[in-house]
């Protein structure tokens, strides 16, 4: 078993699911549960969970033959539980997304407080 929080170059990941670079891109673009985090220096950097969904990324498009399409409804179906993440990575995105709501939130709770203070004057 890999090492859940090693990271992996794209390149290693090419060499270990048996397809190119480009492959791996444009994935990324087409499926947003792969999402590589990047380091300092804006390289990509796959973790395990990372390196998983694109194993069945490959699997449903090559050996299923299923279309991008239909390749990205049965992820979804398939890394939701009930609704709920299945992996640590879509849990934090889960987390940034509420964290971002409820930033804006506040922030129109603010403006809207600002403005009733302006009509009190």
């Known amino acids: 078993m890999q090492n859940p929080e090693r990271r992996y170059s794209i ?27 990047r380091d300092r220096v804006k390289r990509r950097y796959y973790l395990h969970d990372d390196i998983e969904i694109a194993r ?41 997304a509420i964290e971002n709501d409820i930033r804006d939130l506040i922030d129109r709770m603010d403006k809207t407080d600002d403005l009733l203070r302006r009509d009190e004057k």
């Open 11 to 37: 390149g290693e990941v090419s060499e270990m699911l048996g397809v190119t670079v480009r492959t791996l891109r444009v994935w990324e673009g087409q499926f947003k549960q792969l999402k590589p985090k």
């Open 56 to 96: 069945r990324i490959k699997q449903l498009l090559k050996t299923e033959k299923l279309s991008s399409e239909g390749a990205r409804i049965r992820l979804t179906q398939e890394l939701h539980i009930e609704g709920r993440p299945r992996t640590k990575k879509e849990l934090l995105d889960l987390v940034d």
